[in-house]
């Protein structure tokens, strides 16, 4: 069975940071890239970030020059790092793989909260 585990989430107050993994169990082999959305209730869900099996990244504009995202040296994990967070980065943030086959696979999410 395909896993896909989010972890990192938690509380933290505006301007701090906060570093999300997400290690898959799907092989290296079969990655094409690897990405972070967030999603807050009543609202679709968001790309964040994303990073190919080549290593090209992409950002959403609301967290360019904030955020980091980048894959671990297994390549079956990518880290995003987020800094300066503001009380709108709160959401519950997933993990995607997307396959060669053209199957894209889910986390289970993590919760995200800047609050002071």
């Known amino acids: 069975q395909v896993q896909v585990v989010e972890s990192g989430g938690g509380l933290v107050q505006p301007g701090g940071s906060l570093r999300l993994s997400c290690t898959t169990s799907?092989?290296?082999?079969?990655?094409?890239?690897m990405s972070w959305y967030r999603q807050v209730p009543g609202k679709q869900r968001d790309l964040v970030a994303g990073?190919?099996?080549?290593?090209?990244?992409n950002y959403a504009d609301s967290v360019k020059g904030r955020f980091t995202i980048s894959r671990g040296s297994a390549k079956n994990t990518v880290y995003l790092q987020m800094n300066s967070l503001k009380p709108e980065d709160t959401a519950v943030y997933y993990c995607?793989?997307?396959?060669?086959?053209?199957?894209?696979?889910w986390g289970q999410g993590t919760q995200v909260t800047v609050s002071s």
């Open positions: 990073v190919s099996s080549g290593g090209s990244t």
């Open positions: 995607r793989v997307s396959t060669t086959y053209l199957v894209h696979y």
């Open positions: 799907i092989s290296i082999s079969s990655i094409s890239a």
